[in-house]
């Protein structure tokens, strides 16, 4: 055939070329633009291949165009999977990194072309696993000059270095295919800048007392953001040896993961600090600090040198970090069985940082209200933070560090466990005065109840399908329904099968990957006879724990009565609402059913008796219970499921309550006034349950319960937004607070605060007064507003002195004071307010004058407020707190008035200034959204999502439509209705 083709081709020819003259000429001026054609095309092609290729537009375009092509330019590309993931031809075995800082302000002079930039040498070793004829790295906003390559020591040739910009890789094309088993270095000499954009190397600014601005140079690399100081295989299973040296001006330090090795004065201006190699890890872990902190230090009994590092002002508020991590890495290398591996562990508190903290190894990085203590501005709950972050971080340094999960398809694995430990370590660093036990059941499942009820959720394990989704990964669901799910695994093997099985799991893959499947293996392994699962044999862990991690959602037990000796109980899945699902998650294996592990009270004299059921998935339950005993499910909240009851057993169990309420424990009676409100959400039960209910707070003591009641409420006055019906709500709710209330005093509580044996009394009291003020109660408003006059707007008149120096208002109820103030204040006071802002210095302090100035309402001023946020450049707001101020604006009822159509009309600028930092924009995106409670908003949002050309903040987008409408669903049923059970209630008072 093809004979027969090519003769065919060549009579075609012969007959075109017998041509007449003007045909002739045609042909030769064709010809000849055919040529000028393709040698521009040569040209532009050969461009493209040489040295370089940016395949993406060039960003750095004029400002005044960049507004018209924000869509064009910044699109996100919808990259497949695959494409995303590099070859696995290559492994690295070890990288040297040798880098110089050019960081200006210090003992060193920078030619201004340098300023802010680094450059930088990298070798590394690589070992093939297939032959291979291109190394594939990843790589973004780098620049590289010089590429050598050798296989056994003999050099090979260079073809090509492609960079491609969409997809973040550099493919350095070689003459030679690389041969299986042979040992290959990579060496590679580029540049790089030191930008604002609080990714990769970036630099952070602070203000000494006496005004001087410091810059440093710090990283942050989780999850994708290594390749922007280190061209590298940049994901999670390509683990290497990292050996770095850096170069930094005098006057400066410099940290990385590992203890230094040497120190040298290369000259007058430069030292050079190198470090020792670092076990394998992934490069998401690497970090580097330039900077001229100071520290505290102290070590471990098994000797690891610890030091807290922080600006020099605040030294001293690194000391409550430095005894709660020592104390906790001494119980983890005794609860893992394994002893830290590195000789030091240094944390350090930066002024910008996107996270709250990341867990590199070695060397920790917090913002600096998660890491800092000073015991007169932070509030208990402050104190309890640093404490969980710490612990948090520091469990990451076996369990995601020394064990790291394949690809971010498992994050869970990482973020789960940790959520999961730091509670277990917070614990021991409080000597259990911070009762993490009773707090997991707030801050990890109830926020993962809410997220999880939701249509646009996801499995624990997912498939990653787009860049932007490793991103969204980093959510409640991975993080608090993580933890919540293994808390139950845990419960249900019990502590110390679990606890044996993570430390052969922890040795087994030690400077290694691990999939879920492989912990579920381990914890299998361990599994006693004795411990039988739903089908009346010895539990299969992975069975059990598929159906929790691979499907989205969870269950809620419904208990009825069947006659007068049993109930009988069956599960369907929670939802907020009947909205559809993801396509992609709406057909799970196992369909939205679960073996559900039920631990129960049987009621009356066995109240405290826990006894243990299964509720297989394919059947339903049933349990002894004599007429007027209710067995409580889910008891002590073990399990990550909620519970509802038929109208007569909720009766029984709101008529237990009101007469003797301690006869279930804390955390149960905190469950229940959790699952009644959740239930009526959903419209499984009538709101009156839930209210009838919390006529029981009145005897309760705890404040756990008292929490988790307050907070019920407070969603429900969201749906109410700033309607004229809030009135009666707010009624109702101050009538609930005032026996508390009445025994409560901001004097006290600014008396108590620094007792840790009354850290949740004094929690108690201070919600008290916060919420009878939101709650417009005249009295505790005039009080806050006196006393903010008098102990900030008085002492704060020199405007030389910072607010946390000056200011003498109640610690435990500064925010809410300060808001108050501000709200009843006028220009002149949002003005005093705002100028202490810009001088302060803590971020705890600046933290709580950055929300009071969101509690102005004068929508001007506010206006005025998100201005100085998107141009965070100016440095009035911190990038790391634009979402704040937005977040701050959209919770106050004049603010919710305007944030949505704020969104609408000011969308191109949100988008230009917050562009570089996705997370932010879906953050954003999200609070705008969040007032949204009609259909013709819904439309709006709607019609605005499919207008832009950007797949940067979709899943905040669907998120708040999902929202929206549920919210639009829920006022439809039940605004009436409440709003007469309110009026009745308050007719009396």
């Known amino acids: 055939m093809k004979g027969e083709n090519e003769e065919k081709m060549k009579m075609s020819c012969r007959r ?9 000429l045609f042909i030769v001026f064709a010809v000849s633009l055919a040529l000028l054609c393709a040698i521009l095309l040569t040209y532009f092609f050969t461009k493209n291949t040489f040295e370089t290729s940016r395949i993406r537009v060039k960003r750095d375009v004029d400002p005044g165009l960049e507004k018209d092509l924000v869509d064009v330019i910044d699109k996100e590309p919808s990259v497949p999977a695959e494409k995303l993931r590099l070859p696995k031809d290559l492994q690295p075995e070890s990288y040297d990194l040798n880098m110089k800082v050019y960081l200006p302000g210090y003992g060193a002079e920078i030619a201004a072309e340098k300023n802010l930039t680094f450059e930088a040498t990298l070798v590394t070793r690589i070992s093939v696993l297939l032959p291979a004829p291109r190394i594939v790295l990843n790589i973004k906003k780098l620049n590289i000059t010089d590429v050598f390559v050798t296989m056994n020591n003999a050099p090979i040739n260079v073809v090509s270095t492609k960079v491609d910009d969409e997809l973040e890789m550099v493919t350095i094309q070689l003459g030679k295919v690389l041969e299986i088993g042979s040992n290959v270095v990579l060496t590679l000499i580029y540049t790089g800048p030191i930008d604002n954009s609080l990714g990769g190397l970036y630099q952070s600014r602070y203000k000494h007392t006496d005004g001087v601005e410091k810059i440093i140079a710090t990283t942050q690399m989780e999850p ?23 170069v930094h001006p005098k006057g400066t330090s410099a940290l990385a993961n590992s203890l230094e090795e040497t120190i040298i004065n290369l000259d007058d201006q430069w030292i050079e600090s190198k470090f020792k190699s670092t076990p394998k890890m992934s490069s998401y872990l690497l970090a580097a600090i330039i900077s001229e902190f100071e520290y505290n230090e102290g070590q471990t009994k098994s000797g690891t040198r610890f030091r807290v590092w922080s600006r020099p002002e605040a030294k001293d508020e690194t000391k409550y970090a430095l005894e709660a991590g020592i104390k906790c890495i001494e119980h983890y290398e005794e609860f893992y069985g394994i002893p830290f591996p590195l000789e030091k562990q240094d944390m350090v508190a930066l002024p910008d940082f996107a996270a709250g903290a990341m867990e590199n190894w070695g060397l920790i990085t917090y913002r600096e209200n998660s890491l800092l203590y000073d015991a007169s501005l932070y509030k208990p709950e402050q104190k309890q933070r640093v404490a969980v972050v710490v612990a948090h971080e520091l469990a990451h340094q076996w369990f995601g560090n020394l064990v790291t999960m394949k690809w971010w398809s498992d994050l869970w694995l990482n973020e789960g466990f940790a959520a999961f430990v730091e509670y277990l370590g917070t614990d021991f660093i409080s000597d259990g005065k911070f009762r993490m036990n009773e707090t997991f059941l707030m801050d990890g499942q109830e926020s993962a109840f809410r997220e999880d009820a939701l249509p ?13 989704e490793v991103e969204e990964a980093f959510d409640g669901i991975t993080y608090e329904k993580g933890s919540s799910v ?6 249900t093997l019990g502590a110390s099968v679990f606890d044996s099985a993570i430390k052969s799991y922890l040795k087994k893959f030690s400077y290694d990957n691990a999939e879920a499947s492989d912990l579920f293996e381990a914890l299998n392994d361990f599994v006693t006879p004795k411990t039988i699962g739903p089908d009346g044999k010895r539990l299969n862990v992975k069975n059990l ?3 929790w991690t691979e499907q989205m959602g969870y269950p809620v037990l419904t208990m009825k009565r069947e006659n007068d000796r049993m109930v009988r109980i069956d599960q369907s899945r929670f939802k907020l609402s009947n909205a559809l699902d993801q396509e992609k998650y709406s057909k799970p294996e196992f369909g939205f059913q679960w073996d559900v592990p039920v631990w129960y009270s049987r009621g009356g004299d066995d109240e405290n008796q826990i006894h243990f059921a299964w509720l297989p998935r394919d059947s339903n339950l049933i349990l002894g219970a004599p007429k007027n005993v209710v067995p409580i499910l889910n008891y002590e909240s073990r399990g990550f499921y909620r519970v509802n009851y038929d109208g007569e057993l909720w009766n029984d169990i709101i008529t237990q309550l009101v007469q003797n309420p301690m006869v279930y424990s804390t955390k149960s009676r905190t469950r229940l006034i959790s699952d009644a409100f959740a239930a009526a959400e959903a419209g499984m039960i009538d709101y009156r349950v839930p209210f009838n209910l919390t006529n029981y707070l009145q005897k309760e003591t705890e404040f756990l319960p008292w929490d988790m009641g307050i907070d019920s409420i407070k969603k429900i006055a969201n749906y109410y937004g700033s309607e004229p019906e809030i009135k009666y709500l707010r009624i109702f709710l101050r009538n609930l607070l005032k026996t508390q209330y009445e025994k409560s005093s901001i004097e006290h509580v600014s008396a108590t605060y620094l007792n840790d044996d009354r850290f949740f009394e004094n929690q108690l009291e201070s919600r008290v007064i916060a919420f009878t003020c939101a709650a417009r109660d005249p009295e505790c408003l005039e009080k806050f507003v006196s006393h903010f006059k008098k102990e900030f707007i008085e002492k704060c008149q020199d405007s030389q002195v910072m607010a946390s120096k000056c200011s003498k208002v109640s610690v435990p109820l500064r925010s809410a004071i300060y808001c108050e103030g501000v709200s009843a204040g006028d220009r002149a006071v949002w003005s005093q307010v705002f100028d202490a802002y810009q001088r302060e210095s803590n971020q705890v302090e600046k933290t709580s004058l950055l929300y009071a100035l969101s509690c102005s309402r004068d929508v001007d001023i506010l206006k005025e407020l998100l201005s100085h946020a998107l141009n965070w450049p100016l440095n009035v707001v911190r990038l790391q707190d634009v979402d704040s101020v937005f977040q701050y604006v959209s919770s106050n009822p004049t603010g919710r008035e305007f944030i949505f159509e704020y969104l609408l009309d000011k969308w191109d600028d949100i988008y230009a200034s917050l562009k570089t930092d996705p997370a932010t924009i879906r953050r954003v995106l999200k609070y ?8 013709r908003q819904i439309k709006q949002l709607e019609t605005f999502q499919r207008s832009l050309k950007t797949d940067i903040g979709k899943h905040s987008f669907d998120e708040s439509i999902a929202i929206g409408k549920q919210k639009v669903a829920w006022i439809a049923k039940n605004y009436d209705s409440l709003t007469n059970f309110f009026k009745e209630q308050t007719v009396n008072l």
């Open 486 to 491: 293994i808390s139950m695994i845990r419960n």
């Open 456 to 468: 646009t959720s996801h499995p624990l394990s997912f498939k990653i399908d787009r860049a932007s």
């Open 928 to 935: 705008c959204a969040s007032p949204i409670r009609n259909q």
């Open 224 to 246: 994708t953001d290594a390749r922007r100081m280190v061209p590298c295989f940049d994901e999670p299973a390509f683990k290497a040896n990292w050996t770095v040296t850096i």
């Open 545 to 547: 724990a598929k159906q």
């Open 16 to 24: 075109e070329l017998n041509l007449t003259p003007r045909s002739l």
